[in-house]
């Protein structure tokens, strides 16, 4: 809307306006203006969600400690798909067309996530849809995205297919999945949004780590979208990137913001609300720029944890034995006696490496 406003009507009549076409200044604001709604937002929706009495229910096999964070307010996830909507509508280019797939993963899996959410508190038990219901709906969901990135995502001016995957350490290594892409590209949307989610169960961690995840992708996104950058890095260029580097921007900023709230202890939990749209959207970015290579990488904690969970469940149903004292594998450090504060400042700390490794690569290509 700005770019709009401000750049194609108004800089005529007043130059330094010209700043509103770079992708720089407008990921900068985007984060600044989510960063911005969440903060002043956040009182109120959770003052909203308390009225409501849109209270976490805690699983009674979980952690005995968790058990007093039951009534604590959850669905916070409103408010960080607010913040991210808000100011991508603000500071995006409607014309791309990667803005609409990545509003509509926002709305999709958010609001699936708000289904999932609403059950649990209406029927006061720890357990939402179904688990079939959720995945098949993810993945119509992803279906969906990933027919249109198909048909509709941006090639990169180099002539290199939508449909290629390119790897990290190899230049030159592009091959063309075709129309296999379409099923995985799904799997990297529903793995992304479940791994996301099953992150999301001590204060801060999740969301601190989708803020340098995403923050990550803005960065590789920009990059991606410089010709002259791209074409030094060895990597593809996509002009259309820079929208994503907005978006992605965006979603710093509003998770910045409500970690101030769900920093432990929490005053608000994001719930699937969140936790699903997030990490979709992540999925649904690291495609569209060709870096969906690098997303176990530099989402590495995320990976983790939703590997920890198959192999917990893999290993009590084929051999009657658990390798974790709890999955996933945060609650295992908490069985050992680690402070939850312990556990999420550790991994925030493998998270900012995981990040670093992920930018090294764009040199060793």
């Not at 009549?13 to 203006?33: D, G, K, Q």
């Not at 680690?338 to 990040?355: N, T, Y």
């Amino acid at each position: 809307m700005f770019y709009y406003f401000f750049y194609e009507i108004l800089r005529s009549e007043f130059s330094p306006l010209n700043v509103f076409r770079y992708i720089t200044f407008r990921a900068i604001y985007a984060t600044v203006t989510s960063l911005l709604i969440s903060l002043v937002v956040g009182p109120i929706v959770i003052r909203r969600l308390k009225h409501l009495r849109f209270g976490q229910r805690i699983r009674e096999d979980g952690p005995k400690n968790h058990l007093a964070k039951a009534g604590t307010p959850t669905m916070g996830g409103v408010l960080i798909l607010a913040s991210v909507l808000i100011s991508t509508l603000l500071w995006t280019r409607f014309d791309q067309p990667m803005v609409p797939a990545l509003l509509f993963t926002l709305l999709w899996f958010g609001g699936l996530g708000f289904l999932d959410d609403y059950r649990k508190i209406s029927q006061n038990q720890s357990l939402g849809l179904r688990g079939w219901h959720k995945i098949a709906l993810q993945i119509m969901g992803a279906l969906i995205l990933a027919i249109y990135m198909v048909y509709r995502g941006p090639s990169p001016s180099d002539g290199t297919s939508q449909t290629a995957i390119l790897f990290p350490f190899f230049k030159n290594l592009r091959p063309d999945l075709g129309w296999a892409f379409i099923p995985y590209a799904v799997v990297v949307i529903v793995g992304s949004s479940n791994a996301v989610n099953l992150t999301d169960g001590l204060d801060g961690l999740a969301i601190g780590c989708v803020a340098v995840v995403s923050g990550t992708f803005a960065l590789l996104a920009y990059l991606t979208s410089n010709q002259n950058i791209a074409a030094y890095l060895g990597i593809v260029h996509l002009p259309e990137a820079g929208q994503v580097s907005v978006f992605c921007a965006s979603i710093v900023g509003a998770s910045l913001g409500f970690l101030w709230y769900n920093a432990h202890p929490a005053e608000v939990f994001m719930g699937d609300t969140g936790a699903l749209a997030l990490g979709g959207m992540l999925g649904v970015a690291s495609l569209f720029i060709k870096q969906e290579v690098l997303l176990p990488v530099v989402g590495g904690i995320f990976v983790a944890e939703a590997l920890s969970v198959i192999l917990q469940v893999w290993s009590f149903r084929t051999r009657g034995k658990r390798i974790f004292k709890m999955a996933p594998v945060h609650h295992h450090f908490e069985q050992m006696g680690w402070h939850e504060s312990k556990i999420v400042a550790r991994f925030m700390i493998i998270q900012v490496i995981l990040m670093i490794v992920a930018l090294s690569t764009l040199k060793l290509r």
